[in-house]
């Protein structure tokens, strides 16, 4: 007596909402994509079991949840609110990878670009990547020189940067 067992193919199978920003100073964005996403699945009748969130570049591969889409074997439906939320790169790919796992990946916000309005936004998020960095770099070496604790001559030429 009772239910009949669930089918293989679905038994265990989730849906998430994945988001992402790129930074600590952008949070308050999670809570909006997540409200945005749980929104549109409510209206569509989808049964959303869990809400996956990262703060770090989309081209870093080395997030966590990202890691757990990629890995998990009992997804069965990712929404994200743009492609780029997935990754910053190679979208398509990822996309396909996932299918051929059995995951359904749906962008709520899938606008269409031309090949110019993509290539123009990939060389200013690569820019800005960068730009980043380089800042980041220009920090580190303002603390190395104003440290005292180090040793008279490790620390480095105050006119190279």
Do not use: C
């Not at 239910?3 to 600590?24: C, D, F, H, Q």
């Amino acid at each position: 007596m009772g239910l009949p067992p669930e089918p293989e193919t679905t038994r265990g199978k989730r849906t998430v909402i994945y988001t992402r920003v790129s930074s600590r100073g952008r949070r308050g964005d999670l809570d909006n994509q997540e409200r945005f996403l749980r929104q549109w699945a409510n209206a569509r009748g989808l049964i959303v079991d869990e809400v996956w969130s990262d703060i770090g570049s989309g081209m870093n591969f080395k997030r966590k949840n990202f890691n757990r889409i990629m890995y998990s074997d009992d997804l069965e439906h990712v929404i994200i609110a743009h492609k780029d939320r997935l990754t910053r790169f190679g979208y398509d790919w990822f996309e396909h990878y996932l299918n051929r796992r059995g995951v359904t990946v749906t962008v709520v916000n899938n606008e269409q670009l031309s090949p110019q309005e993509e290539l123009v936004q990939d060389l200013v998020s690569i820019i800005h990547v960068f730009s980043g960095r380089i800042h980041g770099l220009r920090r580190y070496a303002k603390d190395v020189r104003e440290d005292e604790s180090l040793p008279y001559g490790t620390r480095p030429d105050p006119s190279a940067g």
